[in-house]
């Protein structure tokens, strides 16, 4: 079984609907973060939260809200599409730095969402 | 300027070449640093981590300058299985990865 998991993997939707994105994961991390990938441009981070009481903004948080449902649950939600939104969405755990693993982040396998 | 920059190929090789990629990144405070590596429409995965004094593994050789904040990879020998986006990554002490846009590797027969 995959350790991280993300639902759905892909999704077509229209302008002005709200999304949610679900991330889960089994490792036992603390620490969870949403990405976006477009070409050209490389990941991009949205949000990420060290635990379940800390969300924190990323690069490119607006039009995005998160929920930190418990440790092993990370959502992520598109209030009202846009077009622009249309990318690849990725989900990543990492331990905390000094600990195990430190900071190498465990990715999901992604979730394609395109919004017309 | 973005905070790490990779040339973004494609770098076409034969197999059995070496190829080199690099990459700069621009926040000082950055402690750790990796090379990710990610198939066609899949999730990037840690190839290696980057350390100071240089790091070999197997046919993957990376190495970080701190002084001029730039971080290589060399790939020898490669193979077909090597074609690949390599990300470069550069974190802090906090544990915040920043991404490079990545570099596309083709490797033919």
């Known amino acids: 079984d995959a350790d991280v998991t993300q639902t759905p993997r892909n999704r077509i939707t229209k302008t002005g609907k709200r999304i949610m994105l679900e991330c889960s994961q089994t490792k036992g991390h603390d620490r969870m973060y949403w990405y976006r990938q477009d070409p050209g441009l490389g990941l991009r981070l949205i949000y990420y939260s060290f635990d379940v009481k800390d969300i924190n903004k990323g690069e490119i948080s607006d039009g995005y809200s998160v929920s930190r449902q418990a440790q092993a649950k990370f959502s992520l939600s598109l209030e009202s599409a846009i077009p622009n939104q249309t990318a690849l969405y990725f989900c990543a755990t990492s331990d905390s730095p000094g600990t195990g693993e430190g900071n190498e982040q465990f990715f999901g396998p992604g979730t394609r969402l395109t919004v017309l | 300027r973005k905070e790490v920059e990779q040339d973004p190929g494609p770098f076409n090789v034969p197999e059995g070449a070496t190829v080199a990629f690099n990459c700069t990144y621009s926040?000082?405070?950055?402690?750790?640093f990796f090379w990710y590596r990610q198939d066609c429409r899949k999730e990037p995965k840690l190839l290696m981590s980057v350390y100071s004094s240089g790091n070999e593994d197997g046919r993957f050789t990376a190495q970080l300058n701190r002084a001029s904040q730039y971080i290589s990879l060399l790939i020898r020998d490669s193979k077909l299985s090597d074609s690949a986006t390599y990300l470069c990554?550069?974190?802090?002490?906090?544990?915040?990865?920043?991404f490079g846009q990545g570099t596309i590797l083709t490797v033919h027969p």
């Open positions: 990554v550069a974190g802090t002490s906090y544990g915040k990865l920043t």
């Open positions: 926040n000082s405070a950055s402690q750790s």
